[in-house]
């Protein structure tokens, strides 16, 4: 059975690119139709006659909402939010219109065939209709008794609070827009800056275990930790109170490991977590001093806390603890084309042991001061020793992709595991050129090819090497050739037989 697409966004050229993903993910999806306005957008969907809606937020931002919540009330399919700027209005306005996922322009071809493959799996049971999302009035009256803006009397509830390491809330609404443990709850969805609350009409025990059913369903741990602060109030609480305890816990936590659950009402104001994590502001500083080869910068911070601890009283297992997460976490965060299983790596393991027999900072913060060094001469040594390789995969990848007219640098870096602003570095180093100026010598080489061999129009030869814009090819042709794309066939064309 076919899946019926329509695309509502105003520019060709991002319509023209989400029908090319869409229709060569699967034979059996078909892009039914374009809109470009939000009158166009607000009668298609009252139409009810696709499966899923992909809308550009910007189109519809600034018009008045009410004719789209009633057609949306009647659309039975599943909407698919494209916004030009990741922020919390567009997340709101996501919320708004009932999306099931939030896409950041220009669009990822993969990040759309994500989403595409995530809300077609899920539309034979939906888990939200436009009419279980709380309305834009309730959300805003719920975010203000949460800041303490509204008076409100004390009330039954549950509250989620979640937040990532990166603090952004684009993903975490879709996030938790699909999670199916809230689904038989009555709950209202908002949202502050840096994170995602849901608010639960009850606080019965059926309730105590959503907060680890929806951490486990958090796939980006590995990158970017997430924790869920949990407070329950037994009817002597405001929603103001849950929101300050489930800040004041998240406050005194490491964002570490595969995320965590924080209980909220257990915590209090002289409770300390004592955990020799590093916080996310501690993995910026020692990225940023072992890029720069920054060592002075590195004794300084790490005196600071060193001694501050003495100070404090803090046990000195905990100080040795830290020293260790210091280390290994600089060792393991290099660039992954660094060989990390030899006599450096052996070093650094001797380094992490002799930590457990010093007994003041002076001495755990040489170990830290050779460590450093050790790990910068490392990376002096090997970081570019198989950057040629890394070029290469990175151009037979492209070489087979060339004709994706969404084909983008992050793309090429996640398929060959490596940072997009290093790869792009490579590719001047060794290319002489940008990755947009090598995947333009690609396309336009095989439109060279096509433009001798086949008799295809200019504008359909375009979209088959992976432009979006006719026009733009040819100016581009113009300057790499000389010729416009009409000439060089005339010139170049095999004589018939």
């Known amino acids: 059975m076919s899946t019926q697409f329509v695309v509502a966004d105003r520019d060709q050229n991002d319509r023209i690119g989400m029908k090319w993903v869409i229709e060569t993910m699967d034979d059996q999806h078909f892009v039914r139709n374009f809109t470009t306005t939000y009158d166009e957008t607000v009668v298609m969907l009252a139409q009810n006659e696709a499966d899923i809606v992909i809308i550009e937020l910007d189109m519809i931002a600034t018009e008045d909402h009410e004719g789209l919540a009633s057609a949306i009330a009647r659309f039975q399919g599943t909407i698919i939010a494209v916004a030009s700027m990741a922020n919390f209005e567009a997340g709101k306005c996501a919320v708004e219109i009932g999306a099931k996922a939030l896409l950041r322009k220009p669009v990822q071809a993969d990040d759309l065939k994500r989403a595409v493959s995530t809300v077609t799996k899920r539309n034979s049971h939906r888990i939200q209709t436009s009419s279980q999302l709380p309305s834009l009035s309730k959300r805003e009256r719920v975010l203000q008794q949460i800041y ?153 911070w790490c005196k600071a806390w060193l001694y501050t601890y003495e100070e404090e009283g803090r046990s000195l297992l905990f100080t040795k603890k830290r020293t260790a997460v210091c280390i290994e976490f600089l060792y393991y965060e290099l660039d992954s084309s660094i060989t990390k299983d030899g006599e450096t790596g052996v070093q650094l393991a001797t380094k992490v042991q002799e930590i457990g027999h010093v007994d003041h900072a002076e001495q755990i913060l040489s170990i830290l001061t050779e460590s450093f060094q050790m790990i910068v001469q490392l990376q002096a040594n090997e970081k570019t020793t198989i950057s040629v390789e890394i070029v290469k995969s990175a151009l037979h990848y492209m070489k087979s992709q060339y004709n994706n007219p969404l084909l983008t640098l992050k793309d090429v870096a996640d398929y060959v595991d490596r940072n997009p602003s290093y790869l792009g570095q490579l590719f001047v180093q060794h290319e002489q050129g940008t990755f947009r100026q090598v995947l333009r010598d690609f396309r336009l080489d095989a439109a060279k090819k096509k433009l001798t061999m086949t008799r295809q129009s200019v504008k359909q030869l375009a979209y088959d090497v992976g432009y979006r814009d006719p026009n733009y090819f040819s100016r581009q042709f113009k300057d790499k050739t000389g010729l416009s794309p009409r000439a060089y066939r005339d010139e170049h064309k095999e004589p018939r037989s």
């Open 148 to 300: 303490g803006k509204e008076i409100q009397s004390e009330l039954e509830f549950s509250m989620l609070m979640f937040r990532t390491r990166n603090r952004e809330t684009v993903s975490l609404i879709e996030y938790v827009l699909q999670l199916s443990a809230l689904q038989p709850f009555t709950h209202t969805i908002t949202c502050t800056e840096d994170s995602v609350f849901v608010i639960i009409d009850q606080q019965s025990t059926k309730t105590y275990n959503l907060p680890n059913e929806c951490l486990n369903a958090w796939p980006y741990y590995d990158h970017n930790p997430l924790v869920v602060s949990y407070f329950v109030s037994t009817g002597k609480n405001t929603y103001h109170q849950g929101y300050l305890s489930c800040q004041h816990v998240n406050l005194q936590t490491y964002f570490s490991g595969e995320g965590k659950v924080l209980f909220a009402n257990q915590l209090k104001s002289d409770q300390r977590f004592d955990f020799p994590f590093l916080t996310i502001e501690d993995h910026r500083l020692l990225l940023s001093f072992i890029q720069h080869r920054d060592e002075f910068s590195f004794i300084e």
